[in-house]
């Protein structure tokens, strides 16, 4: 998948400021997001003045994922196929 800073142009919310955000904490692509723990990433973003936005650009990213990599297969659909 692409940089984070090729989505601006289609997700405005993840603009320069939220990419600063996330080259802070070592990503820079959507990829990167995947092994970073959202909890803590979220945590981090609380202590931001423009805090709100940097967790709608952390769902904004999930839900890029989401659409891009349907359907999504839980534990028990993946043992009930085997």
């Known amino acids: 998948m692409a940089p984070l800073k ?3 142009r289609e997700y405005p919310i993840v603009d320069s400021n939220f ?3 996330c080259a802070s904490h070592s990503i820079f692509s959507v990829e990167d997001s995947l092994i970073q723990d959202l909890y803590v990433l ?4 609380e ?3 423009t805090s ?3 967790k709608e ?3 904004e990213v999930l839900s890029i ?3 891009q990599h349907q359907p ?11």
Do not use: V
């Open 19 to 21: 990419q600063q955000f």
């Open 42 to 45: 979220a945590a981090l973003a």
């Open 6 to 8: 090729s989505l601006e």
């Open 72 to 82: 999504w297969l839980n534990g028990l659909e993946l043992l009930e196929d085997a």
């Open 57 to 59: 650009g952390i769902t």
């Open 65 to 67: 994922i989401d659409c």
């Open 52 to 54: 709100e936005r940097k």
């Open 47 to 49: 202590q931001h003045s």
